[in-house]
């Protein structure tokens, strides 16, 4: 019984360390910061009154292998709905960029919790088994609704409002105790209860959604703005009241977990593409092997430039704030950067095959179908050609024709032609057999798409025609090449705004640095601000090249903050060269109050040590170290 109490017991740690101490201290162990050290001439009772208990709560420096665990569900789901939904149009991309917001914020609110207030109790590991259900409940209702087509799928929206509903709800109880716990210090009283009234307000809100999506489809919508409205509100109360603030928590860490897993996402579709690549392709070209390199290096330079931009000790408390917050656009274009560089593998390939069958269709050479028609004698001449340019397809790629056989039988549209119930070139001939031959050039092109693992996003309890499905992915690689470059050029300009925020000293070399970010942002914006003088399928062309493009950009930018760094400590004179020798001895003094002081007169640091009262033994003589040059 003894061993159980100990488990459900709080760890312990103070709140005023929280307030007290520079962001992000690694040596804070059980030590007192130095503004709670009472000043030299304080009377031993004064010093004894400012160390009265205070509430207790635990921090961690480095992540707790439960919360690992929990970062696993995450990237279950990402995996899961990336992978089974392909970004092939608008629709699919909203989509896609929904589901990861209310997976991002629900996780953010999560480990916000975690970092501050975890503990090693059941009651925790309890509330984190109810986190990692919701996350798993995620991926469930992502399943069972579509925006494309809410009227038929009301009921998974309905679902998801609940799921989010009750991860507020179970905030709100792990606030709840913390708050408990810490009742009788009234610093603590307003950031909880304003905190708990947030996560209330906005689980009422979830709700209010659940009940409405049925008469209005379209107050899905609320969740957006629902979850911004509570990060913003969470995050200004821990700058408002610093007793709740992300002070020597590891936070950093977390949220760079958080980038890694998401990085390590586009490297799992980079592996499922190169896969597809060398499976269906029948011998990649130079080119295509430049493309899978240059994806390769796209995602190892995300990496260099955003672990690079970090100073650990040099956050302040606002700035933690907004830097953490800027984490949701960044691991946005993150995902879209590499998703899309990984697509664009394909894209050599695929735009090569589908140009040469699209390039064969009759009615790029022949204005009208009569025409193209009386250029034969017979429907077995006419079969004759389909299956030539069948056979000019294969030249140009596949790996094992008879595969995508199984996709789309053409032997038998082709032999149909031969089998038409109408006189050859008859108005009813000519009519059957276009239909026929357009039915052909979709199903055909359509096939191609699939053996590349794309496939056309057709709403829940809708049927699209081959014809239908066709056009869905014909815009593919025009939609990839946009928002690739878009979310390529995105990840610079945040990165420059983040390198402000996590640099506390403003100098001429950081604002070199996000420059040179900016320009070679607009730079790979530029594609996209083409597309506006151009449609879609015109750009598409330029696809193959565009990861070249960014991969040259993103070395310039890593390349050049290497080099400002390197010519920055150079122009600093180093600790050796403004060190002096001193062979003065520390000298220990007794003042008239019982406190004892350390000085040494070589340091040009200062330092102060909590009071070590009982561990030492010294009869309430708190240590006083100071420094003098």
Known sequence: MEEMARTWTWPTASFDHLSETPANDKNHGSKTPSSEVPSRNASVAESQKSSAPTPVIDHKRECTKIELFYDLFFVANLATVTITNEIVDVTTFKAILGFFSLLWFTWLQTILYDVRFSSDSIFHQAHKAISCAVMLAFVSCAAIYDTSNIDLTHAGLKYMSFVLMTSRLALFIQYGIVFHRSRGHQQTAMPFMLTMGI????????????????????CYLAW???CAFEAVFIIAISCRWTVVSFKRTHLVDR???LTLIIIGEGILSMSRRTYILFGTVNSPTAGTYGQIVCTVLVAYMVYLLYFTHIEHDKFGTIRQQIWTILHYPLHVAILFTTDGASFLMLSRSLYRMTRVWVANWPLFTFDTWADFFSSFSSPAELASLLKADMDDLWSVMLKDPTHLLSLYDYNQAISSIETIDAAFNSTEWQNEAAATLS???????????HEFG???????????SVQEQAESVEGVLGTVYLYFCFAAASLLFILAVMGFFAKKDVSKAMWLSIGIKAFMGTAVMLPVIASWLMDIGGIASFAPWS???????????V???????WFEKRRRPSHAETSHFCASPAQVSTHGDGVL???????DTAATLSPLNTSLGLNNQPFHFSNEI
């Open 255 to 257: 949220l760079s977990d």
């Open 547 to 557: 990861v070249a493009i960014v991969t040259l950009g993103y070395f310039t930018v």
């Open 224 to 226: 957006y703005a629902i």
């Open 199 to 218: 996560y209330l307000a906005t689980a009422a809100g979830f709700l209010g959604v659940a009940l409405g999506v049925q008469h209005y489809p379209r």
């Open 559 to 565: 390349v050049s903050d290497h080099l400002i760094t």
């Open 439 to 449: 039915d052909l050039w979709n199903g055909v092109e359509l096939a191609i798409f």
């Open 597 to 603: 002081e350390f000085k040494n007169n070589c340091s």
């Open 454 to 464: 794309v496939a056309p996003h057709i709403p829940i309890g809708q049927s699209w």
